[in-house]
């Protein structure tokens, strides 16, 4: 037979109830069970008595709820039921005060040369490069951060065709058929793309930063030019490619892949994905090179094309997106300065083997963008 548990409240404890759920800050945990105490109260205070069902309903609390909070009054008392108990395990602190303070010491200072500002995982590496620590998650510094209001962001953005688009989701299989593949040496599948960027220098110093004042500087710069900043990634051996050119011309791009093939030079065929410009063309190396080579190289190449608004397809774009956020996140005025940098950068990422954890698949494709699917009527 099921226990039934009666709650009968004294005038203290009402009382007490009642300054809980009228003023003052209390957990919502609190003031719920106390709502519900008051509710189910059958002493000789209460006015008015109310079934399990209709108090469920008033304050949207299940019925079981209801029960386990009469059931640890009676058995428990009325601080037990309103705080619960004090948790009895003991944890050992991995990050104490002095941690702490290096975490946001580290993260207050000057970032590694390659790098525009600290990462999570830049940080915990070099927390245990400085050995204040054995090991460390990126996800215990970024509750340090967080406690101390140093909170790192991140910008995603693509866009895709607004309604349904045969080309879109043929090109799309495509390419997500190539990411199944999985590692061969002889047939490597390698990510390219590309991206502008613009030189500006700052026209005055600025002034760093000293105890109590942040750092100034001044909105007046100067734009020094724009450069091209090619890049290839293998997603699945953490290894990359980038150069900076004048331009992106058809020529430009055509030595950029002869580098890559380079690169691979003992695989059989290289699978290319890519985003579809016109300067990414069969005809751009028979522009560049003799009939005899651009026909060499071409050989070499599977080219693939991501489809017209799809180029986050391309794990490659991935990878411009972290060198923008942990490099280029600043002005350079110097092409050298960047170049410098941006090889930092590269040797750092190769060093680690950083690869990319594709997850997007054609059955998610079929699901989370069953819209752009054509409809077939039977």
């Known amino acids: 037979m099921q226990r039934k548990y009666i709650v009968t409240l004294t005038e203290e404890e009402r009382n007490e109830l009642d300054s809980i759920v009228s003023k003052g800050k209390h957990k919502s945990q609190t003031y719920q069970n106390a709502l ?18 209709i108090i469920s309903s008033v304050l949207n609390v299940s019925m079981r709820k209801i029960d386990r909070v009469k059931k640890r009054f009676v058995e428990d008392g009325l601080d037990l039921t309103l705080h619960g108990k004090e948790n009895e395990r003991i944890y050992e602190k991995k990050i104490d005060g002095d941690l702490e303070a290096h ?5 207050c200072s000057d970032p590694p040369h390659g790098h525009s500002q600290w990462s999570l995982r830049l940080l ?8 204040y620590i054995d090991s460390i998650s990126y996800e215990s510094i ?7 209001e140093l909170k790192p962001w991140k910008k995603v953005g693509w866009v895709i065709p607004p309604k349904q688009n045969s080309s879109f989701v043929a090109q799309m299989e495509m390419v997500l058929d190539v990411y199944k ?5 002889l047939f490597p599948v390698v990510c390219m793309d590309e991206s502008p960027k613009q030189l500006i220098s700052e026209t005055r110093n600025r002034i760093p930063a000293s105890f109590g004042k942040p750092e100034k500087y001044d909105y007046e710069y100067r734009r020094e030019g724009v450069c091209n900043i090619f890049i290839a990634c293998e997603p699945l051996t953490g290894e990359r490619i980038v150069e900076v050119t004048e331009r992106k011309t058809k020529r430009d791009w055509a030595q950029f892949i002869e580098k890559v093939a380079a690169k691979y030079k003992s695989a059989e065929r290289i699978t290319l994905v ?3 410009y016109d300067t990414h063309v069969p005809g751009s190396f028979y522009e560049t090179f003799h009939p005899e080579k651009a026909k060499r190289l071409l050989d070499r190449f599977e080219l693939i094309f991501t489809p017209k608004h799809g180029s986050w397809l391309n794990m490659a774009e991935i990878e411009l997106n972290v060198l923008n ?9 110097d092409k050298k300065v960047l170049i410098d940098e941006i090889k930092a950068w590269e040797a750092y990422r190769n060093e680690r083997c950083s690869k990319i954890n594709w997850q997007f698949t054609t059955s998610d494709a079929r699901v989370k963008l069953k819209r752009l699917y054509p409809t077939i009527k039977a």
Request: aromatic share 4%; proline share 0%; net charge positive.
């Open 181 to 185: 593949r999985a590692y061969s040496a």
């Open 325 to 333: 956020k942990q490099c280029l996140n600043r002005r350079i005025g």
């Open 103 to 107: 975490i946001i010491a580290l993260s």
């Open 36 to 53: 519900i105490l008051l509710n189910c109260d059958e002493g000789k205070y209460q006015k008015e008595k109310h079934t399990n069902e």
């Open 274 to 276: 890519m985003d579809n």
């Open 124 to 131: 915990a590496d070099k927390v245990v490069e400085l050995e």
């Open 142 to 148: 970024r509750r340090v951060l967080k406690k101390n």
